[in-house]
């Protein structure tokens, strides 16, 4: 695939923003991480806020993919393996660009109001489709009594740290890691200890 200058205006700004943060990054750094003027860049964007707004929006669709995907290939199956199929798509989501993954996660506090307020609608309805699998695993007796809200953004911060510490040469690859927080939150929604 050919990578749109777009998209490598994207990328550096992706690493940035994780490594500095969006407010500690200027338009120059972007610019100087490409080789490019300050001022060609804004050939190819508007502002760093529409910048941001662009990576959120594309990690925040990634993530709801993953997850229809997860949900249509799971079908038919019970609680528990519906759960281990939706908490191995968001890893592989995480683990697939966790420059990404960090930026939504933390950076979107620094859209303007109108986009956190968007932003936030989207992460709760993400959120729900966890929240709700949870509750059907309760009235089926598959997990645990629990507070699903609580344990639904237990499970999400978890898989969300994962960016921050996640090395594609590390000990453990994405596919091992995902399966073992898959079986990390089946458990914890069990009520069993883990091993």
Known sequence: MVETRRQQIEDAASALFRERGYAATSVRDIAGALNIQGA????????????LWSI????????????????????????????????????AVVTDDPRLATVF??????????????????????????????????????FAPTDPALAATFILTALNGIATW?????????????DRYADLAARTLEGRPTS
């Not at 804004?42 to 806020?49: N, T």
């Not at 669709?61 to 759960?83: I, N, P, S």
């Not at 307020?117 to 009235?139: N, W």
């Open 56 to 91: 959120v929006e594309r990690a925040a669709g990634r993530f709801e993919e993953a997850a229809d995907r997860a949900a249509t290939a799971g079908q038919g199956l019970g609680c528990l393996e519906r759960m281990r199929a939706l908490v191995r798509a968001h890893v």
């Open 105 to 142: 996660v933390h950076e979107w506090r620094s859209l303007s109001s109108e986009r956190r307020a968007e932003v936030l609608q989207r992460r709760d309805r993400y959120e729900a489709r966890f929240r709700a699998l949870i509750v059907e695993g309760i009235a089926c007796r598959a």
């Open 166 to 178: 996640y090395r594609p040469l590390g000990r453990l690859s994405a596919g091992r890691i995902a």
């Open 40 to 51: 060609s860049l804004y050939a190819h964007v508007a502002s760093k806020e529409e910048l």
